[in-house]
């Protein structure tokens, strides 16, 4: 047994608020002001800082709760416990990996701790393309050195291994400055096992600040708990449904556990974004943010330019007050927008581009391959016309839609 001190295991024995998994079952209902889906980077210091300014903050969060006396820098398990899809998340292609956390403390438990301010071009180019003002490198300075303080980001002062110090050379001699990272690390022992979580605490994650802080100041936690649906009912949240899940994923029960909360704050990572969208493209949490293109969860050129036709067309029905429809499920957008904004696709959610599989059109079962797909094809282009008809979209642009 180690014997370095497990803040996890020290809060449970203190009487922290956590629910799920072996904790136990989850109530029916609960109440809050805020309620913060996923526990990592954005949503540890969400809930560090809104418990600590009084709110009453609930944590839902799908992966396990693990500690460093459980990270024992074993790949087997580490992998199957604290990645999403053990790990083996992949592109459509399978071309390439995508490594993603799932545990309290989100991917910050399993990341590699390099630590830098977002690079001034970026900044820049964010300010000029995107109108954001206010996100310059002044205007940041303040919240990076709140991070820096919080998370002990510091220069890392050992020397560089011998891969590392080669590209040094190399971008010395090329005339490329270079300069080592920083760390969110506290009394680091270079184990070199910072993707297994880290078995002496040094790392500065999620797991071993912010959260244990939130849970100090009286958030609750509830983990092996899956954010599965946002209840929308006119344009406003009524609450987030959640129901509790097995180590491997699996739902435990058809039992669910209604948050109800003034607040949402939706911070389970970049990738399951489709299960935030409405089929009008607008955030559901956020009516007034509309995704165009490929973060929709479209892809390929065609599908992403009309996700954005849609996303502009509908943002312009907003402004003027009239209500934006999607188009009927079985046209090709519709069928692609059906497919991204179901949340039943956002567990395992694969972009996707326009095919006949998509279309649940009621057809001719005896058909054959190419006179069914004839007939989709058909369908389709009626359904589209009458839908370009009732919302009068001809008499804005003609041209559009030929
Ligand atoms: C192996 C690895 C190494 C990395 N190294 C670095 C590094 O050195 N430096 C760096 O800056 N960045 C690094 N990153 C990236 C960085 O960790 C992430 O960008 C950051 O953690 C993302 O923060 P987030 O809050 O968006 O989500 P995450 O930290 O990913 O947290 C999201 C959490 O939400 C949970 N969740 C998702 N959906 C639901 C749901 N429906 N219900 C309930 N919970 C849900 C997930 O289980 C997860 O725990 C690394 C990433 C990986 C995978």
């Keep these: 047994m180690s014997n370095i001190p497990d803040p996890i295991l020290q809060g449970l024995q203190r009487g922290w608020k956590v629910l799920g998994g072996k904790h136990g079952a989850l109530p029916e209902r609960v109440s809050c002001d805020v309620a913060i889906i996923g526990s990592g980077a954005g949503a540890g210091i969400t809930a560090e800082l809104l418990t600590k300014a009084g709110l009453n903050v609930v944590i839902v969060e799908e992966g396990p709760l693990k500690s460093s006396t459980d990270f024992k820098q074993l790949e087997p398990e580490a992998y199957a416990s604290l990645y999403q899809e053990n790990a083996g998340r992949k592109t459509k292609d399978k071309g390439i990996t995508i490594l993603q956390g799932r545990s309290v403390g989100g991917t910050t438990t399993v ?14 180019y964010w300010e000029q393309h995107f109108g954001l003002d206010d996100f310059g490198r002044e205007a940041l300075a303040p919240y990076f050195e709140q991070a820096e303080r919080r998370l002990n980001i510091s220069p890392w002062l050992m020397p560089p291994n011998e891969n590392n110090e080669l590209l040094r050379r190399g971008a010395d001699k090329l005339g490329i400055p270079s300069a080592t990272i920083s760390r969110n690390v506290k009394g680091c022992w270079n184990l070199g096992s910072c993707g297994l979580g880290c078995p002496t605490n040094a790392k500065q994650s999620m797991l071993v600040t912010s959260i244990p802080a939130a849970l100090n100041a009286g958030a609750r936690l509830f983990y092996q708990t899956r954010a599965h649906k946002l209840d929308i009912q006119n344009g406003q949240v009524k609450g987030l449904l959640c129901v509790p899940i097995r180590l491997n994923g699996d739902k435990v029960s058809d039992q669910t556990m209604r948050v109800v909360a003034k607040h949402y704050v939706v911070a389970g990572g970049a990738i399951n974004s489709p299960a935030l969208l409405s089929p009008t493209l607008q955030l559901k949490n956020h009516e007034n943010i509309f995704f165009a293109g490929q973060i929709t969860g479209v892809e390929g050129y065609m599908e ?24 009927p499920v079985n046209t090709a957008l519709g069928a692609l927008i059906q497919y991204i904004t179901s949340p039943e696709h956002a567990v395992q959610f694969q972009p996707m581009n326009i095919n006949f599989g998509l279309f649940n059109a009621p057809v001719e079962k005896k058909l054959r391959k190419k006179e069914r797909n004839a007939l989709i094809v058909h369908q389709a282009l009626q359904s589209l016309n009458a839908w370009i008809s009732s919302q009068k979209l001809n008499e804005l642009r003609p041209d559009i839609f030929c």
């Design 304 to 327: 992403s330019a009309a996700m954005g036709l849609l996303a502009g067309l509908n943002a312009a029905f907003i402004i003027e007050g009239k209500k934006a429809e999607p188009p």
């Design 111 to 124: 990341n590699w701790t390099s630590s830098f301010r977002t690079p001034e071009p970026t900044l820049r």
